[in-house]
């Protein structure tokens, strides 16, 4: 019974290549996110969807873009990634703009 | 714009201590809700606890408890007797209200404190 949770958990590749990773909610939430945790552990938000719609966008390269199949699913998929897309990402939905954030468990994502 | 500072990178102390973790933030908004993340070691991010602007009574939930202060946007918590389980990276984060635009479903988050404690 996860609440939000993301595939895979680590994720290694080289450089230039594509990758996705997956999350899924399913507490009904009609608001999902994307973070990204980098090495400083400084956590940033890179895309926001409301109802599958795109809400926020926050000044993320075009190599990256988020795809809302349903209101319980929001991918992210990742172009030609660099050495600096190293982070960890995590998935978070929320009920409302009152509440808090329910977050996924993270990919560690490593690009050698 | 919003913005969360939490002015500890780091702090360190010894069980049973007292400690503080201090948070000041920056909103336009009248309307807010602040909230505090805990990341553990294993790396995912436990939901603390929601305040909303409108709301300044402190809170206590065990040995936890916070103190909200609008007149000097402050949202510190305090762990009382600290144990080593508490060590861990503790995030402030701010989310504006319902009249932000699109801001309003966004969580700013602090760059986090780091708390260690010592046996």
């Known amino acids: 019974d996860t609440a939000v949770s993301q595939t895979p958990k680590y994720l290694v590749t080289q450089m230039g290549n594509d990758k996705s990773i997956k999350c899924e909610q399913n507490?009904?939430?009609?608001?999902m996110y994307w973070y990204k945790q980098d090495s400083k552990k400084f956590l940033k938000i890179m895309f926001s969807?409301?109802?599958?719609?795109?809400?926020i966008n926050e000044t993320v390269p075009n190599r990256f873009s988020p795809k809302s199949p349903d209101k319980a699913h929001l991918n992210l998929h990742i172009n030609s990634l660099e050495l600096g897309d190293s982070a960890v990402y995590f998935c978070?939905?929320?009920?409302?703009?009152?509440?808090?954030?329910?977050f996924g468990p993270g990919t560690r994502l490593t690009v050698t | 714009a919003q913005k969360v500072t939490q002015a500890q990178t780091e702090i360190s102390v010894v069980e049973k201590e007292d400690v503080t973790l201090d948070c000041v933030y920056e909103t336009r908004d009248t309307t807010y809700y602040l909230f505090w993340y805990k990341q553990p070691p294993s790396g995912e991010l436990v939901f603390l606890i929601r305040?909303?602007?409108?709301?300044?009574q402190n809170e206590i939930s065990g040995r936890y408890s916070w103190n909200f202060q609008k007149s000097t946007s402050s949202f510190n918590f305090t762990i009382t007797a600290s144990q080593v389980v508490d060590s861990a990276v503790y995030f402030c984060?701010?989310?504006?209200?319902?009249?932000?635009?699109?801001?309003?479903?966004?969580?700013?988050f602090g760059k986090g404190t780091l708390l260690t404690v010592n046996p």
């Open positions: 969807y409301n109802n599958k719609e795109l809400i």
């Open positions: 984060a701010l989310s504006e209200g319902p009249y932000s635009g699109g801001s309003n479903y966004k969580l700013t």
């Open positions: 305040r909303n602007s409108f709301d300044e």
């Open positions: 507490l009904g939430h009609d608001t």
């Open positions: 978070a939905s929320r009920p409302n703009q009152m509440d808090e954030q329910y």
